[in-house]
C-alpha cells in the first residue's frame, strides 16, 4: 500500500489532537494506519508532498501506533517505510517511534515492580 500525505490527507498537516486542526496526527493514524498495520500490510509513505510537518502531527500519528495500539517497534519497522528526498525527516520519524517504544518499556517495568 502506498500512502502519499501530502496528496490523499493534507499538504497541512498539524497537530497532535482533532482540537488541533482538522488534519492531525491522530485522525492520520486511525484513517490510514491502524487498520492497514493491523491487518499486517505493509504501507509506504510519501512525505514529499506536504508543506511541512509539525513534530506534534509526527510523533502523535506514528509514535501513537506503539502508545495507543501496543504495536512493537520490530513490528512497526516491518511494516512502515517512508518514501522522501528529506532522509531526516524520516529519521525524525523513527526517532519517535523509538521514544514511544523506550517509554512504553520503561512503563511496563515499573508497573511489574
Not at 519497522?77 to 532522509?87: A, G, H, I, V, W
Amino acid at each position: 500500500m502506498y500512502i502519499d500525505i501530502g496528496k490523499q490527507f493534507s499538504r497541512y498537516p498539524a497537530g497532535r489532537k482533532p482540537a488541533d486542526g482538522q488534519f492531525n496526527g491522530e485522525l492520520f493514524r486511525e484513517k490510514y494506519l491502524k487498520k492497514n498495520l493491523q491487518n499486517g500490510l505493509h504501507i509506504k509513505i510519501s512525505l514529499d508532498n506536504a508543506v511541512s510537518y509539525g513534530s506534534s502531527f509526527l510523533e502523535e500519528a506514528f509514535g501513537g501506533l506503539i502508545r495507543v495500539y501496543k504495536m512493537g517497534l520490530v513490528r512497526i519497522r516491518e511494516l512502515l517505510s517512508f518514501d522522501t528526498k528529506d532522509p531526516f525527516l524520516a529519521d525524525e520519524i523513527w526517532r519517535y517511534v523509538e521514544d514511544a517504544a523506550s517509554e512504553s518499556q520503561s512503563a511496563d517495568s515499573s508497573i511489574k515492580k
